[in-house]
């Protein structure tokens, strides 16, 4: 029977990212993506005008449909949420389908690069650290887990020794994590989009942390000089697709890394405007002969 996955997410007209990018990926990979809308935009908010209509509301409707139907999930993804409320009909729906066998990945979108986002209240950090407590894994970026452990961003931009960074960020993570006999908090963290110049080689490079159990492993491929919006949005797709059909996380990072720098490295030298995204459609077939076994990435 195919996986599926409830994708709680927003929806932009234009803007490769959110539902949008977690739809076609999480499909590429074999893996049925069920899309709940918590809003409809006519293009992403980072144009400099766009409608937008809350579908917080409605949230109750589809969960209560899907009830109906008596459906079953393999994974729940959550990303960006408009406010507490919001995460208030998330928790409900959680309490109707994220059963023992469902993993639920939770992608805190709150900032980038040491900037939160328009939304961000005191009200949403404290909602989003409940929704990471209950969560399997997290994907946050530097950003968001300065955000959710309480440091300063600032702290962590002013590091320029590659292992000092990385351990900083490790012990952030670990703060996050489940200890001992307490069952809050996720039991895996991917911080993405870690910026630092690679001790070996002196090469600018982006790099994804996982922390799960006692181990570290880190994923990084170098800097194009070239950031792209809905980039966190496939990354966290991969993951959710990965984990649903049983791949090891370190070999789905891997994976997620590389789509994803072989679109921004095609998406730069076309000179793609930033808010657009990533032409990422055309290596979604990185993802289908994975699933299939006949390519070794």
């Not at 499909?27 to 937008?52: K, R």
């Not at 950031?227 to 797709?237: K, M, R």
């Not at 370190?250 to 997620?256: G, M, N, R």
């Amino acid at each position: 029977m195919t996986k599926k996955i409830a994708v709680i997410n927003d929806l932009s007209g234009f803007g490769k990212c959110s539902l949008t990018a977690a739809i076609s990926t999480i499909a590429a990979m074999g893996v049925q993506p069920c899309p709940l809308p918590t809003a409809i935009l006519s293009a992403q908010t980072g144009y400099p005008s766009y409608f937008c209509d809350d579908y917080t509301d409605k949230m109750d409707e589809f969960r209560k449909e899907w009830k109906k139907m008596d459906v079953r999930f393999d994974g729940i993804y959550t990303g960006f949420m408009a406010g507490g409320r919001q995460i208030e009909k998330v928790f409900e729906f959680l309490d109707d389908f994220c059963g023992e066998n469902t993993f639920l990945l939770a992608d805190p979108v709150m900032g980038d690069n040491g900037r939160k986002y328009d939304m961000f209240t005191a009200e949403l950090l404290s909602m989003m650290k409940e929704l990471v407590r209950r969560a399997d894994i997290i994907t946050p970026n530097l950003t968001e887990l300065c955000l959710l452990a309480d440091n300063d961003y600032r702290m962590l931009a002013e590091i320029r020794d590659q292992g000092s960074l990385m351990e900083t960020v490790e012990q952030m993570a670990r703060s996050l994590m489940k200890h001992g006999q307490a069952m809050d908090g996720p039991g895996e963290v991917v911080v993405t989009g870690i910026c630092f110049t690679d001790q070996a080689d002196g090469i600018q490079k982006v790099g994804n942390l996982a922390v799960a159990g006692d181990k570290t492993y880190l994923s990084a491929f170098p800097f194009i000089g070239e950031s792209y919006s809905g980039t966190g949005d496939l990354f966290a797709s991969v993951i959710a697709g990965g984990r649903a059909r049983g791949d090891a996380l370190e070999e789905t990072i891997e994976l997620a890394g590389r789509l994803i720098e072989l679109a921004i490295q095609d998406s730069a030298k076309r000179n793609v405007p930033r808010n657009d995204g990533v032409d990422y459609e055309q290596y979604l077939w990185m993802l289908a002969e994975k699933r299939k076994g006949e390519a070794d990435i």
